[in-house]
Structure formats: C-alpha cells, structure tokens
C-alpha cells in the first residue's frame, strides 16, 4: 500500500484523480531548512519511510515569485499561516511591477526501501534536470544516508492577482494562469496544468510499471 505523507487534505484530494488507491499518511515529518524544495523532499520521504515502513511518497511544494527572487519558495506554509496569502499579494501588488509573475513547483519524492533501476527513460532524465534544478543533489549533510528516492518534478507558470474563487487551497486564490485564477477552477482543470498535476502524472505512470 502507498502511503501519501501529508498534513494537507487539499493535496489528497488533487492525488487521487491520479491514484485511486493512495492512503493518506496525516504525519509531520520534519521539513529541513532549504533554499530548494528537493533536498527537504528527499530527507522527508527517507524519515516518512522509516516511520511507516511501507511504500511513502512525500509531495514538497512552494510559490516562487519572480520579483522577489523565489520567495517564499520553500516557505510557502510558514508565510501563508504568518502573513496570509492576502498580505503576500498586497506585497506583490506595491513592490512588483504588472504582470508579477510567480510559479508554482512541486517535488514529488518516492521510497520503498528498494534500489531503482538506474536504465534512463525519458521521464527520469527530465526530472534528473529538474531536481538538479530544484537542488536536489546539494545535499552534502546527508549524503552518505544509503536509502534511495526517487524524484518527480513539476511546476507551471502564471501571476499573482487580487483573491478569486473559492476552489483549491492554499495560495490558490491569488494565482493566475491563463486568465483564471486556480481557486476558479474544478480540480480536474486544476490538475491538467497544475505544477502537482504534472509531478504526478509523471510519477502514476512510473509507479504503474513497478
Ligand atoms: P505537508 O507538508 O504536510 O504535505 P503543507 O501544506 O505544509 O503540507 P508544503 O510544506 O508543501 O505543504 O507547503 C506548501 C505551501 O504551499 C503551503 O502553504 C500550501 O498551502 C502551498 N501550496 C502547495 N501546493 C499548492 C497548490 O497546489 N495551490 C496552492 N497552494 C499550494
Ligand atoms: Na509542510
């Protein structure tokens, strides 16, 4: 049984469009202080795995805005139960030149205690780029910690907009992606674009084949 390790119900229920059999896991692994989000991804799944002992997918995710260099990145939860999404726009809104443009980036990691075929197929060598690129190979301090994990990737692109809609979570209501907000969508369209949706469209079909 896969155990999908997550305080957020938000993200279940995005999951299981992609996964109908995933468990979810309610466990606060400890999330590491980081400038990227796969090195707090890949010590959360092996902790998550130790703890569960069975099959663990940890979903680490963030919103970058582009004007303020990434931040809150990885973040993202500590600004939002702080500030509010509704003082992170307002900020955005008088320090930030139109179209204030910000991702949203996910990183998903898998453990099970087992080795991965090492044989690149053309999923593993986008995400190999995209966790290069979401540092997840710069994690010197625990780099002799022999449990293998394995990353999936996704982001999308859009801006940051006065609060729309009433759908999603998080910081949903002030992300904008081709003219709607991802609070105005239904979960399915959500999905279809969103940084999660891609990270697990990737990870579903790798995980059917083993
Ligand atoms: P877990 O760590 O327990 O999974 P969390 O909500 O703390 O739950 P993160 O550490 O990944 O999740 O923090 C992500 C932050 O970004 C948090 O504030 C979320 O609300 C927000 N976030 C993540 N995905 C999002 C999405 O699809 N839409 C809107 N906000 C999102
Ligand atoms: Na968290």
Redesign the pocket.
């Known amino acids: 049984m896969l155990r999908y390790v ?3 119900s938000g ?1 279940v229920r995005e999951a299981r469009e992609y996964l109908d059999a995933v468990e979810q896991l309610n466990y ?1 692994y400890t ?1 590491i202080q980081a400038a990227e989000l796969g090195p707090i991804a890949v010590r959360g799944a092996r902790e998550a795995y130790r703890h569960a002992g069975e099959p663990v997918l940890v ?5 970058f805005v582009e004007g303020f260099d990434g931040f809150p990145g990885p973040y ?2 500590f600004v ?1 139960h702080t500030l509010g999404i509704e003082t992170v726009q307002r900020l955005v809104a008088r320090e930030i030149d139109a179209p204030r443009r910000a991702s ?1 980036r ?1 990183v998903l990691a898998y453990c099970d205690g087992d080795a991965f075929d090492a044989s690149p197929d053309p999923v593993d060598r986008e995400d190999r780029a995209a966790a290069a690129a979401v540092g997840a190979d710069d994690d010197a301090d625990d780099a002799d910690d022999p449990l293998p994990v394995k990353l999936f990737t996704g982001s999308v692109r859009g801006r940051i907009v006065e609060p729309r809609g009433d759908g ?5 209501p002030i ?1 904008e992606h081709d003219g709607t907000t ?1 609070a105005e969508m239904s979960a399915e369209a959500k999905n279809a674009v ?3 949706g891609r990270a697990f469209a990737k990870f579903a079909s790798w995980y059917q084949e083993r």
Not at 59 to 63: E, M, T
Not at 168 to 172: L, N
């Open positions: 997550t305080t957020n993200k606060d999330e979903d680490d995710a963030g919103l993202s939860a939002e949203f996910c999603g979570f998080g910081y949903d992300f991802f969103s940084h999660r």
